[in-house]
């Protein structure tokens, strides 16, 4: 058994790595996961509600967010040599994916236990947040997601060049997203979906100007797909908190 075996790397079991990349991935998730049960409890339900939840949840949030980023990069990456795509452990997670298929399952997940999906949103999603800008670290560990070059040394150097730590941009703006929903957003509320919708106006807002700087973004054509992703999640999120405010449900707490 090696610890820090290489930079990537958090510990070599023989030939069983464990890289940074998936360890900060879990422990966003885990966190993630925490304040969800907090926020649930909260609300009254059933610590077991989210336990059955997260597991499958993690499983095909990573498997949406591969395919994504499959999809965008068959051509460059993938198309001579197919066995890569298993390769997780080598990067390649696009999570805009991963939260399309959270969503999907989320929808079925609580409807089938009578859950509201909207209050299951508010308690879930400013916690994603947290989950993202962790795994936002096993970026920096692969040496991916980083920006232009630059000459000031205090940023990332990768192929004889410093370069603007993206990583580092978007996991900060997701940790000021959270604390505007959990501070702000959350206490002037009173309807069931606002921070659920806030998470896609703010996570849209930081992640497009992030990708502007980008130099390893995934394209459509001449545009950047996470950016005009980005553009749909603040469209849906404003449409959505306008939606709710109309006729959307009194929270617990104001009701």
């Known amino acids: ?25 879990i422990t966003g ?12 409890k909260k609300l009254g339900y059933a610590r077991n509600i989210l336990s059955d939840y997260f597991f499958a949840l993690l ?31 080598h990067g390649g997670l696009a999570i805009q994916g991963g939260i399309f298929a959270g969503l999907i399952y989320s929808a079925y997940f609580f409807k089938k236990h009578e859950i509201p999906f909207l209050v299951a949103g508010d308690a879930i999603m400013p916690g994603v947040l947290i989950a993202q800008a962790l795994g936002r670290w096993g970026n920096f560990f692969n040496h991916e997601a980083y920006g232009s070059a630059v000459s000031l040394i205090k940023n990332m150097y990768i192929e004889n060049a410093y370069h603007h730590p993206t990583f ?8 000021i997203v959270f604390l505007v929903i959990i501070l702000l957003v959350r206490h002037f509320a009173k309807k069931n979906g606002t921070q659920f919708f806030s998470y896609f106006v ?14 390893d ?10 950016q005009v992703i980005s553009l749909i999640f603040i469209a849906v999120g ?15 707490d104001f009701s």
């Open 29 to 40: 998730a885990l966190i993630a996961y925490e304040l969800g049960q907090y926020r649930f």
């Open 202 to 215: 703010g996570y849209g807002i930081v992640r497009f100007f992030v990708e502007g700087m980008r130099t």
């Open 59 to 89: 499983l095909l949030g990573i498997i949406g967010a591969r395919i994504w980023y499959v999809i965008f990069m068959w051509n460059e990456l993938y198309a001579t040599n197919p066995m890569e795509i298993f390769a997780v452990w």
């Open 217 to 226: 973004s995934l394209m459509l054509g001449p545009l950047r797909i996470a």
């Open 1 to 25: 058994m090696q610890f820090f075996p290489s930079f990537s790397v958090f510990l070599k079991i023989g030939s069983l790595e464990i890289h940074y990349y998936a360890l900060c991935i």
């Open 168 to 175: 580092l941009y978007e996991s900060v703006g997701n940790v």
């Open 238 to 252: 404003i449409g959505g908190m306008l939606y709710v405010h109309k006729k959307g449900t009194l929270r617990p």
